[in-house]
């Protein structure tokens, strides 16, 4: 279904209760907060039973349905195929019988030093859902005591601790120093007004990012380029271009293939992080942030970047980009991004500090493209000239990228603008 994909909302069933169907045929639609899914037969039956319905939220692994295998497929499979159907039971019934008290502040004579309680910091998605309803964050799942095999943490032990009136909730990393900070227990008015709901996605989007400042340490570094040399050829060829391959030229093309260019300068930004370990990635697959007709966000990907000339980008580019206004984006187009750029100078905007898009370590952020007048070296001297500029923001995940590397990068960018070859054919 996609990267960090822990949950998806049942569109419709296709299929009714009592009815066979064939290998391959549509059973259901799945939406997750990217794409949404057709679910394939996996073998010839009958649909017996749907644990779910339709506008159901279900988890990655769950049972959603019991089928009846047909003779013929159970001959030629030469085995009895059997879908558990008790797991979510089991959790409804576990989730029914507690009775959960409200979370309470540890009081001043508390201990409210904590280490973490469970090594092994996976998580699976039914915790992850658990910990989303009852709005616990990461870094307290971490905290609960683990009795699950090798250290993982069973559903079990999350409800005991919620019980248990959530005593780590306000804990602090154990301190010496008396005047460490305290999270403050802060009432804000929330003021009246509509009440509008988030929908499924803008809540995975939301979710997302508030993730990924609490995981990275950003930091943004600014550059300036002109960019007159490259929106005077883009001008002076796009018609030729799209008379020759038929396909619009739009800077987007221009832009990833600069970037894929300084990605292969400076490799250690085409990276993310696992633990103590940075994996610099071997492919170059560059995401483009793309705002959707409902006005959500989403990343489709040019895969392999760095190796594709100006006409199959184009291609790619425009494609993704169709599909993205069409809402027909596959799960194929979203997956694997090593680096992303945001053109937020589509909405007019002249510089940004975006947010970056996990697992990966940098996000760029290029302006609106502005004409103002600049001082520029001639062979006269200096003089004042209108020239096409763009503000470029980079934020970088200061735990691996330092500021030489993030500063270096965004600089070779703004280069490969600027230094753009305007005798360039296509």
């Not at 009714?16 to 939406?31: M, R, T, Y």
């Not at 879908?83 to 089991?90: A, F, G």
């Not at 010496?176 to 929330?190: G, H, M, N, S, V």
Request: net charge neutral.
């Amino acid at each position: 279904m996609g990267e960090s994909i822990t949950e998806g909302t049942i569109i419709n069933w296709l299929i009714a209760e009592g009815e066979s169907f064939e290998e391959g045929d549509i059973l259901l639609e799945v939406a997750t907060d990217k794409v949404d899914n057709e679910v394939p037969a996996p073998v010839s039956g009958t649909l017996v039973k749907t644990t779910y319905q339709a506008k159901d939220v279900v988890s990655v692994g769950e049972v959603i349905a019991v089928l009846e295998v047909s003779e013929s497929t159970s001959k030629s499979s030469k085995k009895e195929i059997v879908i558990p159907n008790d797991k979510e039971e089991d959790y409804k019934k576990e989730k029914g019988s507690k009775k959960l008290k409200p979370a309470q502040a540890l009081s001043a004579s508390s201990s409210t030093s904590f280490s973490t309680s469970n090594s092994n910091t996976f998580f699976s998605p039914l915790i992850i859902k658990i910990a989303k309803e009852h709005h616990i964050c990461f870094e307290e799942l971490a905290r609960i005591p683990a009795t699950g095999n090798e250290g993982r943490l069973r559903k079990s032990d999350v409800f005991s601790y919620i019980e248990n009136g959530r005593p780590y909730k306000f804990a602090q990393p154990i301190t010496q120093d008396p005047t460490a900070y305290r999270i403050p227990q802060l009432k804000f008015e929330k003021g009246q007004g509509k009440v509008i709901e988030m929908d499924r996605m803008r809540q995975m989007i939301a979710d997302h990012m508030v993730y990924s400042k609490h995981t990275s340490p950003h930091v943004t570094a600014y550059v300036e380029a002109d960019l007159t040399n490259m929106v005077n050829w883009r001008n002076a060829n796009k018609k030729a271009f799209e008379e020759k391959y038929g396909e619009r030229l739009t800077f987007t093309p221009l832009f990833v293939e600069a970037v894929a260019k300084a990605v292969k300068d400076f490799p250690n930004i085409n990276a993310s992080v696992d633990g103590n370990n940075i994996i610099v990635k071997e492919d170059i697959n560059i995401g483009m942030a793309t705002a959707l007709p409902s006005g959500n966000l989403i990343v489709p990907v040019v895969k392999n970047a760095d190796k594709k000339d100006l006409k199959t980008l184009a291609e790619n580019v425009n494609a993704l980009a169709n599909k993205a206004r069409e809402n027909k984006l596959a799960g194929d187009d979203i997956k694997g991004s090593t680096f992303t750029i945001s053109n937020v100078g589509t909405f007019g905007s002249v510089m940004g500090t975006p947010i970056i898009n996990q697992p990966e370590v940098a996000i760029l952020a290029l302006g609106i493209i502005k004409k103002r007048p600049e001082v520029i070296t001639t062979n006269k001297g200096d003089e004042i000239a209108i020239r096409s500029m763009m503000y470029l923001s980079l934020s970088f995940d200061h735990r691996v990228v330092d500021g030489f590397l993030g500063g270096s990068f965004v600089r070779r960018v703004a280069d490969y603008f600027e230094k753009f070859d305007t005798n360039r054919k296509i």
